[in-house]
């Protein structure tokens, strides 16, 4: 087994495709006894990141429910990482202030696991591994037993999405007109043209021509989009 293990390792420390080691990682921890292996990394801290890569084999529909549910924004193991390398076991008193999120962890059969993050000064990228299982609590021994090679696996993949991410081009600045991102923040109270036009003295044609001009500039499809898109880059 140990031949096994070494094998893998130098295989991983060769790989230079980010999915093939992802694989590579994956396969080693389900030997180790762990079902699922998830790697994420992030220009930026999670909310506040311009792009991301995300590589898990969670059950079907974990990471809709997961974006659907906010749950970022109150997850205790991002707010650990955030601030922290070292590795946060997953269990009820951690998820004390976030129960509906470990209920449903719960429920998709993400119940033991643990999580570790990789901050590297070097670059503006972070990254988050974690390994979880259905049955079975990890206790001390299991857990620095595999912290070693969990070290490994992660500054790897960590690199690998690195280089990755520093080879998507930076998203184009949106320029909104001021009087643009007035009636955007209006529509985003739930106003209506009509309502938003009276407010702001305006006819409810030019109100429009300006909602018409923000999503041509934030390439979206409707004015919900485009409010929900100005937000998220901050422009309102």
């Not at 096994?4 to 990682?25: G, I, N, P, T």
């Not at 470990?102 to 033991?112: F, M």
């Not at 070693?148 to 998203?171: D, E, N, T």
Request: proline residues 4%; glycine residues 6%; hydrophobic residues 35%.
């Amino acid at each position: 087994m140990d031949e096994w293990k070494d094998l893998q390792l130098r295989k991983l420390s060769c790989e230079q495709d980010l999915q093939k080691a992802y694989r590579l990682v994956m396969n080693f921890f389900n030997n180790q006894g762990f079902k699922y292996c998830a790697f994420a990394a992030y220009s930026g801290l999670p909310g506040r990141y311009a792009s991301k890569i995300n590589l898990n084999n969670y059950p079907y529909g974990w990471d809709k429910l997961y974006e659907q549910n906010g749950y970022a924004a109150n997850d205790p193991i991002v707010a650990h990482c955030n601030q922290s390398s070292l590795p946060i076991l997953w269990n009820e008193l951690v998820f004390s202030e976030a129960p509906k999120l470990w209920e449903d962890l719960g429920r998709q059969g993400l119940r033991h696991g643990w999580t570790q993050a990789v901050h590297d000064e070097r670059s503006p990228y972070y990254s988050l591994f974690s390994l979880a299982r259905t049955h079975c609590c990890i206790d001390v021994e299991e857990h620095y037993g595999n912290l070693g090679y969990a070290i490994f696996a992660s500054q790897k993949l960590h690199a690998l999405a690195s280089k990755k991410l520093a080879s998507v081009p930076s998203p184009k600045t949106c320029h909104l007109s001021p009087r643009e991102i007035e009636v955007l923040r209006w529509s985003a109270e739930g106003k209506t043209a009509s309502e938003v036009g009276r407010i702001l003295c305006l006819s409810e044609r030019t109100v429009n021509f300006h909602v018409n001009n923000c999503m041509r500039k934030l390439n979206v499809t409707n004015k919900i989009s485009a409010v929900a898109k100005a937000a998220q880059i901050h422009a309102i």
